[in-house]
């Protein structure tokens, strides 16, 4: 069983930054991916990053050039570091950590980004 916690949401005006955290914990598991998906009310949740084990990352183009994805590995640690942030970014950000052979969701940070 993987643990998985999200830090670092709060409010921020258009334009500011914040970085959120990610903390696997658990016994016996190696991760595969780690990603960051969010949820607009009223949206479906959609992956915002992610990075592989190898180090291979990927982005949704409405964050592109403004969010980065990186990870501690020695911490189990993830982090998405989201600047120029606009009020379409707001919402729950969730972290998912795929292992084999299951994924593992934390609960959720809320980001406001107000105009």
């Known amino acids: 069983q993987v643990q998985v916690v999200e830090s670092g949401g709060g409010l921020v005006q258009a334009g500011g930054s914040l970085r959120l955290s990610c903390v696997a914990s658990g016994s016996s598991f190696r991760i595969n991916v780690w990603g960051w998906y969010r949820q607009a009310p009223g949206k479906q949740r959609e992956l915002v990053a992610a990075i592989t084990n190898g180090g291979n990352t990927a982005y949704a183009s409405s964050v592109k050039d403004r969010f980065t994805i990186s990870r501690d590995n020695a911490k189990n640690t993830v982090y998405l570091q989201m600047n120029s942030l606009k009020p379409e970014d707001t919402g729950v950000y969730y972290c998912?950590?795929?292992?084999?052979?299951?994924?593992?969701w934390g609960q959720g940070t809320q980001v406001t980004v107000s105009s």
């Open positions: 998912n950590v795929k292992t084999t052979p299951s994924d593992y």
